[in-house]
């Protein structure tokens, strides 16, 4: 069986202590090649050093998430001068930065 992952899950089945090494329904050989498969399907997605400084993949989904959340995308801009942000302000260029603007006339061909 080739893997399905990461398209699907794989469905492994387990030997139990009563099959033989060479039983149809369980065979040894093939245990192994399934597990080979689906471990080498999970290294090709993760990739090397998948955990970075973490200690688990999961450890640093969440903290680059914790990043995003946290971090203004517009801290990088040298262009953009935001004043006192109300709710519904838009970003609007007045000929020379991005200025922070309430959202009024969007359309139409408004001042927007």
């Known amino acids: ?30 245990q192994h090649a399934n597990a080979n498969d689906a471990i080498e399907a999970m290294q090709t997605v993760l990739g090397l050093s998948p955990a970075g400084s973490h200690l688990t993949v999961k450890d640093r989904i969440i903290a680059a998430e914790t990043t995003i959340t946290t971090q203004s995308v517009l801290n990088g801009l040298t262009d953009v001068t935001i004043t006192t942000v109300n709710p519904g302000n838009v ?6 930065v991005w200025v922070n603007h309430p959202e009024e006339n969007l359309t139409d061909g408004g001042n927007f």
């Not at 033989?20 to 065979?27: E, G, K, Q, Y």
């Not at 970003?91 to 020379?96: A, D, I, M």
């Open 1 to 30: 069986m080739t893997t399905q992952y990461p398209a699907a899950l794989d469905v492994l089945i387990n030997p139990t202590s009563s099959d033989a090494l060479s039983s149809v329904t369980v065979p040894h050989h093939q």
């Open 91 to 96: 970003l609007r260029y007045n000929g020379s």
